[in-house]
C-alpha cells in the first residue's frame, strides 16, 4: 500500500503560515522541530490522519521567488470537504479570499481560493 503522505509548500516565514493554516483555518499542528536553522513543520486539515502539508521557510532568493507561484499560476492544491456549505461559510467569515463563487461541476462542488502568500487551492466536494 503507497499513500501520499505530504506535499512541501514554501512560505515566507513558519509562524505566520502556522497562524493562518492552524488559526484561522483550524488546521492541526502535526509537528513543529526545531532544526537548528529550519523547522520540520508538519500540518494537517481538520479530520485527516493522513495527507499532511510540509511548511517550509524560503531560505534563497530562488525560494522567496516561487511564493505565491509554486504551481505556475494554476490551482495546485486541493482541499476535500464533506461539507462544502459549512466549509465554504467558515473560511469566508474567517476573511479567506475566494477568486469565484462556487460552482457544480460533473466532479463536485468547487471554489478556487487562495492563501495570504498567494497559493491557489481548490475547496471542493466530489460529487
Known sequence: MQFLHAVTLVVPDYDPAIEFYCGTLGWQLAEDVDQGRKRWVRILPPGA???SLILA?????AQRAIIGNQFGGRVGLFLT????ARDHAAMVAAGVQFNETPR????GTVAVW???FGNRWDLIQPA
Open 104 to 107: 457544480h461541476e460533473p466532479y
Open 81 to 84: 470537504t464533506d461539507d462544502f
Open 114 to 116: 487562495q492563501d495570504p
Open 49 to 51: 490522519s493522513q495527507g
Open 57 to 61: 521557510r524560503a531560505d534563497t532568493d
